[in-house]
Nanobody, 120 residues
Framework: VQLQASGGGLVEAGGSRRLSCAAS????????MAWYRQAPGKQRELVARISSGGTTNYLDSVEGRFTISRHNAKNTVYLQMDSLKPEDTGVYYCNAIFVQYGSNRYDVGWGQGTLVTVSS
């Protein structure tokens, strides 16, 4: 299973950006999907998570500015980022928990990361 993230780039403070992450491969079922980020010199942190049923959770600092969504048929997760701030700068990684064909356990996958830079 591969996760391919896209949508990063340079944006001015106050602007918007939409990230996408598509999972491909022999996936039987997809559970939670999420976005993490890692700023320079900092640990990776959970930004937003969405369950298979659509329940969402957000990092306090992005609540009300970011929106996570998913397209279950496409095994794709999105992150709409509005009112971006310089402190949102970092590498954004998508994450997914899924079951593969022929397996009876959950596996965890990570995308390659996409850099978002917010200029002040």
């Amino acid at each position: 299973v591969q996760l391919q993230a896209s949508g990063g780039g340079l944006v001015e403070a106050g602007g918007s950006r939409r990230l996408s992450c598509a999972a491909s491969g022999s996936i039987v079922s997809m559970r939670d999907m999420a976005w993490y980020r890692q700023a320079p010199g900092k640990q990776r942190e959970l930004v937003a998570r969405i369950s298979s049923g659509g329940t969402t959770n957000y990092l306090d600092s992005v609540e009300g500015r970011f929106t996570i969504s998913r397209h279950n048929a496409k095994n794709t997760v999105y992150l709409q980022m509005d009112s971006l701030k310089p402190e949102d700068t970092g590498v954004y990684y998508c994450n997914a928990i899924f079951v593969q064909y022929g397996s009876n356990r959950y596996d965890v996958g990570w995308g390659q990361g996409t850099l978002v830079t917010v200029s002040s």
